[in-house]
């Protein structure tokens, strides 16, 4: 199983960017889905998650608001729309498929992991 994150890159404060992931091996369609994001030096920190289906999504307190995590079916990908961000949303940003179909906040709960893709927020 192979993840693949992308859509990151440079945007002002107060902008948008549009993450999507995709992942081989069909595993989206029983697995829930999360998207973490790393600060340097920190350790990996919740941002997203979305169960196999897309009822039940839960997100960081500090994102609440202003990002989205959906399912796009078509494509086959587990998005992470960012609108509003801040500064201090700059970090590297990684999808994950999780160890089960449920949602899950913990980086134990998931199994496979995408390479990141770095988001960047000018002030």
């Known amino acids: 199983v192979q993840l693949q994150a992308s859509g990151g890159g440079l945007v002002q404060a107060g902008g948008s960017l549009r993450l999507s992931c995709a992942a081989s091996?069909?595993?989206?369609?029983?697995?829930?889905v999360g998207w973490f994001r790393q600060f340097p030096g920190k350790e990996r920190e919740f941002v997203a998650g979305?169960?196999?289906?897309?009822?039940?999504?839960d997100y960081a307190d500090s994102v609440k608001g202003r990002f989205s995590i959906s399912r796009v079916r078509p494509k086959g990908t587990v998005d992470l729309q960012m609108n509003s961000l801040k500064p201090e949303d700059t970090a590297v940003y990684y999808c994950?498929?999780?160890?089960?179909?449920?949602?899950?906040?913990?980086?134990?709960?998931?199994?496979?992991w995408g390479q990141g893709t770095l988001v960047t927020v000018s002030s």
């Open positions: 091996g069909g595993i989206f369609s029983n697995n829930g």
């Open positions: 979305i169960d196999w289906n897309g009822g039940n999504r």
């Open positions: 994950a498929a999780a160890r089960s179909s449920g949602l899950t906040t913990t980086t134990r709960g998931y199994r496979y």
